[in-house]
């Protein structure tokens, strides 16, 4: 029998959830199996949970599912989030934003303190943007010059488009590039930190350092959890 391994590491993830917790609910559809169950537990339960979106997708799947929402501005930190990845490394290291919510993502895995990622063995890989595109979210007004600029770091660019071919638009009104490393991304760090330095650039997909916990399904039905080192 095959299992989806998406919804098992979404499942499983839930469970880490605690009455009283303040959860980051990241977006996709492996969190979507994380909605799904936080929701049960909250239903058969009593689990006392309340949640910060990082999208307009999420929030509004979470509230047809009956889970406590709360703004930014009603806390100071979370205890947990749970989100996903479209790749990750070895040292934790991911690229995310296939979803196009990567800003508010990565706001919310600044304040989180365990943040929990959930993906299918296929997204663990040995070097980021071999399979994946990096996105990055950019200003409307600035993206000609992004665009070169990101050129010069090694990448091809390309406008993110949406529906019937217009550029596809954030949730916060930004535009995103998707770059294509045709040897990968050799150093992630400082890939991150060129990309921020260029002006125009509102948040890049690679997400650095703010990663502790990674909930991996298989298609056997099994589950690998592992935790960073140090």
Do not use: W
């Not at 199996?33 to 910060?52: K, N």
């Not at 703004?71 to 934003?97: P, Q, S």
């Not at 979210?137 to 949406?162: I, K, S």
Request: hydrophobic share 40%.
């Amino acid at each position: 029998m095959t299992h989806n391994p998406k919804e098992l590491s979404g499942r499983h993830a839930a469970e880490l959830a605690e009455s009283g917790m303040t959860l980051g609910l990241g977006t996709g559809s492996t969190v979507y199996f994380t909605l799904v169950r936080l929701a049960e537990r909250i239903r058969d339960e009593g689990l006392d949970v309340r949640g910060v979106p990082t999208s307009v997708d999420t929030e509004t799947k979470a509230r047809e599912m009956g889970i406590p929402l709360v703004g930014l501005d009603e806390v100071d930190f979370l205890d947990l989030t749970i989100d996903g990845a479209d790749e990750i490394d070895g040292e934790f290291h991911m690229i995310k934003g296939g979803g196009g919510a990567l800003l508010r993502e990565k706001v919310v895995a600044s304040i989180t303190q365990r943040q929990v990622i959930v993906v299918g063995r296929d997204k663990v890989v040995e070097r980021l943007g071999l399979g994946f595109l990096l996105p990055v979210e950019v200003a409307p007004f600035a993206q000609p010059t992004v665009e070169r600029a990101l050129a010069r770091l090694g990448c091809t660019p390309r406008m993110r488009l949406g529906e019937q071919g217009a550029p596809f638009v954030t949730d916060n009104a930004n535009r995103i590039l998707d770059c294509k490393f045709a040897d990968g991304i050799l150093d992630p760090r400082r890939l991150e930190q060129d990309i921020d330095r260029i002006p125009g650039v509102v948040e890049s997909g690679l997400f650095i350092d703010l990663a502790h916990v990674c909930v991996i399904g298989e298609a056997d039905g099994t589950v690998e959890v592992r935790e960073k080192r140090g």
